[in-house]
């Protein structure tokens, strides 16, 4: 009898512990009434015969969603939809009282409210530029703002457009447009490149004639005549044979092959 005592008191002891466990948070509920503090982590006594601790996850959850959303020329774009959110513990009451355990689908019912109204304000093409992010903050901001008029303790991170599927025309026409517009930075680009290797060489050119008109300037007679005295120098310590003509200011230098064409003008004359 007395081991049957320790059974029963040990049987009701562990139906009277609740073990709320990391990423958790658990509430009270006796008689139909949500009583005493929101516990995070650890055990909770009750009494089973009048209450029960409700444990809901504080974790972030992606409720994922296939919808075809309209858009401003009154077109349907399929896309997959990512809703990232969680619980706030403190609140968790609020949230159960108000939404039920099932608070999710109230979840999905507000943001396809919110995502027909933002939607419908942009183009198909919207949904598949640049413009989506605006979308995703617009539909996040009208379903907080919604949500909040129901009950506090959600809170919603991000709203995630993904695997964007315009109607077929109109991919066809974005694709061809984003071609286009590829070809023509393309041809910018290559037309830019020629503008600048045609600077180039006429700042080239302009480089050269100035050095041209520089180095005319400075061939004074003066220049000419110590240059010349200078290749008289180098002459002098060639051993080949060469006749250099002269008036006695620029010096002329003959090779045996212009020698012998001269000779052989002299005779024919």
Do not use: W
């Not at 180039?200 to 302009?206: D, L, S």
């Not at 180095?215 to 060639?238: D, M």
């Amino acid at each position: 009898m007395k081991y049957l005592s320790v059974l029963f008191l040990s049987l009701l002891l562990l139906s009277s512990c609740a073990v709320i466990r990391p990423g958790e948070v658990g509430i009270k509920q006796k008689l139909g009434k949500f009583t005493g503090n929101i516990q995070t982590e650890g055990t909770i006594l009750y009494n089973p015969i009048t209450s029960k601790v409700v444990k809901e996850s504080t974790q972030t959850k992606n409720i994922k969603l296939f919808l075809s959303l309209p858009s401003k020329e009154g077109l349907s774009v399929n896309s997959e939809i990512s809703i990232l959110h969680r619980l706030e513990g403190e609140k968790i009451a609020s949230v159960l009282k108000n939404l039920g355990k099932d608070y999710e689908s109230v979840i999905t019912s507000v943001f396809r409210s919110a995502a027909s109204d933002v939607c419908a304000k942009f183009y198909a093409k919207d949904m598949h530029s640049g413009k989506r992010a605006d979308i995703e903050r617009e539909i996040l901001d009208k379903m907080k703002i919604n949500l909040e008029k129901q009950a506090e303790g959600i809170q919603l991170i991000a709203v995630l457009m993904k695997q964007i599927q315009l109607p077929r025309g109109l991919a066809s026409s974005v694709e061809r447009k984003l071609q286009a517009e590829q070809d023509a930075m393309r041809m910018e680009f290559v037309l830019t490149q020629e503008k600048l290797e045609a600077e180039r060489k006429i700042i080239n050119a302009k480089g050269e004639r100035d050095a041209q008109i520089i180095i005319s300037e400075g061939l004074t007679e003066g220049i000419i005549r110590i240059k010349a005295i200078e290749a008289f120098k180098e002459l002098s310590k060639s051993n080949n044979a060469k006749i250099i003509i002269t008036d006695g200011k620029t010096p002329l230098l003959v090779n045996e092959n212009q020698k012998e064409n001269t000779s052989k003008k002299k005779r024919d004359n």
